[in-house]
């Protein structure tokens, strides 16, 4: 697509339930990135890929969190267990492996209730 | 590792007034910077860079950036700013054998008429 893309772009869960986010780079990116953008807390870095592989995943607040990335395109980030502490907007972006510069989608917005 | 310091989390200012939104960073390495900028209820978008050469960079809107390796800043200047410019900037590294980007908390920028 032209763009990176999220879904959902809101999602409001129960607090103990599992939840997953998903990310569609923009065609052609090798690299992604997980970030979380909580208020107060600026940006934080999650997990990145580079293909298929994640070499840095020192993001992760805890095991509850992981990441799968497919095919060297989509990447779904799961939750387990959400904990109220865990709502934020989860931010996806993209990039070509000899660019410099991410692109971003517009977020997933999670509220744990 | 990296840090991203923005030395003001709100910079309120009158339409037509000069700005500077001040951005320092840590590093033992070399690295590449990035202003990004946030419009309410909007993604992430790039607004300019620096990856080597002129320190001055400039984006499409009239903002600026000078990379200024001495004092380890890269501040961002507009001359005179207009309402539409409203939004959460965010300055990032990113080192120049790495992939990871790093942000700061943020600085809120708001045009008041």
């Known amino acids: 697509g032209a763009g990176v893309s999220q879904s959902p772009s809101n999602k409001v869960t129960e607090k103990g339930k599992d939840v997953e986010l998903r990310c569609d780079p923009i065609s052609g990116h090798t690299a992604l990135y997980w970030y979380r953008q909580s208020l107060g807390q600026g940006l934080e870095f999650l997990i990145y890929f580079q293909g298929n592989s994640a070499p840095d995943k020192s993001g992760l607040p805890s095991d509850r969190f992981s990441a799968e990335r497919t095919g060297g395109s989509v990447s779904t980030l799961t939750i387990q267990r959400t904990q109220q502490e865990d709502s934020a907007v989860y931010l996806c972006?993209?990039?070509?492996?000899?660019?410099?510069?991410?692109?971003f989608g517009s977020g997933t917005r999670l509220t744990v209730v | 590792a990296q840090s991203v310091t923005q030395l003001d989390s709100q910079v309120p200012v009158f339409e037509e007034a000069p700005v500077e939104l001040r951005c320092n960073y840590s590093?033992?390495?070399?690295?590449?910077l990035f202003w990004y900028v946030q419009y309410p209820n909007q993604g992430l978008q790039l607004l300019l860079k620096?990856?080597?050469?002129?320190?001055l960079v400039e984006s499409i809107n009239g903002f600026e950036a000078e990379f200024n390796k001495s004092q380890t800043s890269f501040h961002l200047r507009k001359p005179s700013v207009h309402i539409s410019d409203t939004a959460e900037y965010f300055c990032?590294?990113?080192?120049?054998?790495?992939?990871?980007?790093?942000f700061g908390a943020g600085t809120i920028l708001r045009v008041k008429s």
């Open positions: 620096y990856l080597s050469g002129s320190t």
């Open positions: 972006a993209s990039s070509p492996q000899s660019n410099y510069g991410y692109t």
């Open positions: 590093s033992s390495v070399s690295v590449y």
């Open positions: 990032a590294v990113r080192p120049q054998y790495g992939n990871k980007l790093v």
